[in-house]
Nanobody, 113 residues
C-alpha cells in the first residue's frame, strides 16, 4: 500500500525559501500524477501544484513564478521549491497521489518575521 511522507517545512521570514519533499513507498509512484496541496487555518484545502507522470506541470496562479514542483521517479520523491515566500503562504502542506485516496501527514510552513 502506498504511503507518503512529507518533510522540509518550518519557519521562514518573508522573502525566504523552503524546499518540501514527499517520499513515496510502493511501486505505483511513477504512473501517477502527484499534487501538492495546502490548508490554512479556517480555509479549505487548495491545490498548489501538480506534476503529471510525463513531467508536465501546472501551478496555481497564486504561486506561479515563485513555486516549482518537480519529481524524481528513481527516488520516488516529489518536491516543491518555494521561493519569495509570503505570510499568506502559511499553511500545512500535503502531497497527494492524484486519483488515489492517498495523502501524506502534512508539513507545517510558517512565513513570519
Amino acid at each position: 500500500q502506498e504511503r507518503l511522507v512529507e518533510s522540509g517545512g518550518g519557519l521562514v521570514q518573508p522573502g525566504g525559501s523552503l524546499r518540501l519533499s514527499c517520499a513515496a513507498s510502493g511501486d505505483i509512484f511513477r504512473f501517477y500524477a502527484m499534487g501538492w496541496y495546502r490548508q490554512a487555518p479556517g480555509k479549505q484545502r487548495e491545490l498548489v501544484a501538480v506534476i503529471y507522470s510525463g513531467g508536465s506541470t501546472n501551478h496555481a496562479d497564486s504561486v506561479k513564478g515563485r513555486f516549482t514542483i518537480s519529481r524524481d521517479n528513481a527516488k520516488k520523491t516529489v518536491y516543491l521549491q518555494m521561493n519569495s515566500l509570503k505570510p499568506e503562504d502559511t499553511a500545512v502542506y500535503y502531497c497527494h497521489i492524484e486519483g488515489r485516496s492517498v495523502w501524506g501527514q502534512g508539513t507545517q510552513v510558517t512565513v513570519s518575521s
